[in-house]
């Protein structure tokens, strides 16, 4: 959770025409990452058109991916060969395609990990046509039609604890068919050989599914990947990792003031106690700089962590009723986190008559925590003077101004 407290500040900007041209939208790229060392057949489509022409993919980023054997199927099909160095620094790259009707495309996600990676085969929708594959590894598949299910079977012993996870809402994986529009929302369960359902996720970290277990016996398991609803539409791409490998969830202060280093702790399933690491906020004007375990673990969950200008303050966890609240000063940015059910946060803020005042919640989409955040602001006398759930813009996010 990172709480901003501000003075508001209003911008206004001249409005222009906008150009007269169709909106091209690149969809998610497939597969959306490979292994360090390796090379990817890759394949970019998009909406409305406007690929036919292309002629160049850019990659913004760490270096360490080359772009060979550009082909230009249709005006909706680009497909190419991505070759990734085997140092390449892990982590998620933006890709766009150069040329074509509107010259630019905007951004995609490409992911660079360390792990062993397989792209899904088309005949795995039941448990007897299960996928066999060897852990660790990412899988790269896609929910591409209603009804459709992507089963897995991996070996497993008696004791570990592997790690079942999907990764397609933080692709910004998005469709569009003929009854169904917005970001994709897939399920996930684990299985044993016969069937069972011993595990099962939905949204955990946004609207991405993990789970994470203890192998009951020695024998085989089945990882199952479907749609909410058993809906499904080609732009559902997704990354699932199975393995007995670290995957941290929460790195907590999750945010810093543009050029300091920060001390972050790290937390998820398989990540050690007290997994601590120093971070140098940089000066990119881009809110959101993505972080992730070092080492060998790198690059196998990456984590947002929000860049910022302003002051930065941890919250006291012992704030938890308006007696304890303390005296906080603004402008200033938050950090705070909900470390058992129940919960809350208060502060005090010293304000003027008529002052205007911005209080806005990032939690659970920008940091996809799992939480759902309000705002209740109080007088001295402990009546409520305005409250906020979820925001007009985000509804999973919660701001409010008040006078």
């Not at 991916?65 to 620094?89: G, M, N, R, W």
């Not at 062993?116 to 795995?124: A, L, M, R």
């Not at 058993?230 to 559902?236: D, E, S």
Request: with cysteine; net charge negative.
């Amino acid at each position: 959770m990172k709480l901003c407290v501000t003075v508001l500040s209003l911008l206004v900007a001249a409005a222009s025409a906008a150009p007269d041209y169709d909106q091209l939208i690149l969809e998610p790229i497939y597969p959306a990452g490979g292994q360090r060392g390796t090379s990817v057949q890759v394949q970019l489509t998009a909406r409305n058109g406007g690929l036919k022409g292309a002629d160049s993919i850019i990659i913004d980023g760490a270096p360490g991916i080359s772009v060979s054997d550009l082909k230009v199927s249709d005006k909706v099909v680009v497909e190419a060969t991505f070759t990734i160095a085997a140092d390449a620094e892990p982590g998620r790259r933006m890709v766009r395609v150069k040329g074509g009707a509107t010259g630019l495309t905007g951004f995609r996600w490409f992911f660079v990990g360390p792990l062993p990676e397989h792209v899904e085969g088309q005949d795995n929708n039941t448990l007897a046509n299960a996928e066999s594959v060897t852990l660790p590894l990412v899988v790269n598949g896609r929910i591409d039609r209603v009804l459709d299910q992507d089963c897995f079977r991996f070996p497993a012993k008696a004791g570990q604890k592997p790690v079942v996870a999907v990764m397609s809402h933080w692709l910004d994986a998005m469709g569009y068919d003929l009854t169904n529009m917005g970001f994709a929302d897939l399920s996930l369960e684990v299985l044993d050989a016969e069937g069972r359902v011993l595990a099962q996720a939905t949204d955990t970290l946004g609207y991405d599914p993990l789970i994470h277990f203890e192998v009951p016996a020695d024998g085989e398991y089945i990882a199952r990947v479907s749609g909410m609803g058993f809906k499904g539409f080609p732009q559902a791409v997704y990354r699932l990792t199975i393995g007995e490998v670290p995957y941290p969830v929460a790195v907590f202060p999750a945010g810093g003031q543009r050029g300091e280093t920060v001390d972050v702790q790290f937390f998820g399933p398989n990540v050690p106690p007290d997994t601590r690491h120093a971070i140098t906020v940089s000066d990119d004007p881009f809110a959101v700089q993505c972080v992730s375990l070092p080492g060998d673990a790198s690059g196998i969950h990456e984590l947002p962590f929000i860049r910022d200008d302003l002051p930065q303050q941890t919250a006291n966890l012992d704030a938890t009723s308006r007696e304890r609240a303390e005296l906080v000063s603004f402008p200033a940015t938050i950090d705070g986190r909900f470390d058992k059910p129940g919960a809350d946060f208060w502060c005090r803020v010293q304000l003027a008559k008529d002052e205007k005042v911005t209080l806005a919640i990032m939690a659970q989409r920008h940091l996809r925590a799992a939480v759902d955040t309000a705002i209740e602001v109080l007088d001295a006398a402990g009546a409520r003077v305005a409250f906020n759930d979820d925001g007009e813009l985000f509804g999973s996010e919660c701001s409010h101004d008040f006078v």
